[in-house]
């Protein structure tokens, strides 16, 4: 029998879409938008209003009060889990996408399905996000944890220490298993929200709780002993590598943060 599976495609503009209808595409920040003819994350119980600083959450806060389903998963309407089809390889990119029965398949022997871990090589977790974002919004993270958390506080230690973290907030799992993450994560978020002062952000910082909560799933992952499948990223438009090194080394060596 079939598994009852959703996977939430984060897009904010109307773009090409899988499909299978495995896949829901969901119009992250629809309040106050144009209808795109996607599901909006405005609907009944929602938070679509703090899009611009929980970027993708808002769809997984709406999927988690709204969504009834056996099993849940986040990709991007540029990002998706590649197929392990290696027939797929020459064709169009949106055809390499994984497909419902390799979802099925790895969900019979994995908690949940990842994207690649990334490694930042020459600097931690905690080094990278001071270079790149205010240290003192994971600082006061960690201090949430250890007041609401305090069972998490190793395994966010470990992640912190590590060189290597799967990003994008993508992931397929069991949705008990989303719901529970859902109540640990937007408890730490909101608390955190009341805390810090982002007034003075510019557009690219003030998306700081969607930064956070890509090293809390880390955090999350390890603590609750899932077990998991790394899957390579397909990318709908092409990646310019020269410009992320070019930040990288600006953050790393002249100080300088992204805008």
Sequence with gaps: MSKDIKILVATHKKYEMPNDDMYLPIHVG??????????????????????????????LYWAWKNLNCEFIGLCHYRRYFKSNSRKKLREKKLSQII?????????????????????????????HYEHAHNINDLRETEKIINELFPEYINSFNEVMNRKTLHLYNMFILKKDDFDSYCEWLFNILFELEKRIDITDYNKYQSRVFGFISERLFNVWIIYNRKKFKELKIVNMEEINWLLKLSSFIKRKFKHTKPK
């Design 30 to 59: 629809r309040e106050g938008k144009k209808d795109l003819g996607y599901q909006g994350d405005n609907t009944c119980e929602n938070i679509s209003h703090k899009n611009k600083n929980f970027c993708e959450l808002t769809g």
């Design 99 to 127: 497909s419902r029965y390799e979802v099925e398949e790895l969900l019979d022997e994995y908690d949940i399905i990842l994207p690649k871990k990334r490694s930042y090589y020459i600097e931690t977790v905690w080094s």
